[in-house]
């Protein structure tokens, strides 16, 4: 969610951070907590994997708020650099999610 957001801000040439993307973080949260948790007796869980992915929905989650501020006190887009990690982000987290 947070990356097609990204995507469709980019595509239109706004590079504005959106309360889509912070939705999308929160869910992520919510979908991997509930994921994570070890419903059936003897499931082994892949805990590298977890806190990697962990870490870097907390570090997605800082780029958006401090983009967001950073947006809403200029009046206009975000910095681009923050968009740019944010897409990041984002993307290794998917990515991580399918190959690991």
Known sequence: MTF???????AARRFQLTP???????????????????????VV???PKIE???VILIALGAV?????????KSGGEAPRPLF???????LTA????VIW
């Not at 912070?22 to 007796?41: I, K, N, R």
């Open 4 to 10: 097609g957001a990204l995507i469709a801000e980019a």
């Open 20 to 42: 889509v993307m912070d939705y999308g973080v929160v869910l992520s949260l919510l979908t991997g907590l509930a994921l994570a948790a070890p419903w059936p007796a003897g």
């Open 45 to 47: 869980l892949n805990y």
């Open 52 to 54: 990697i992915k962990l």
């Open 64 to 72: 958006l708020g401090i983009g967001r501020a950073r947006q809403r």
């Open 84 to 90: 740019y990690a944010a897409g990041a982000l984002a």
């Open 94 to 97: 998917a990515g991580l999610a």
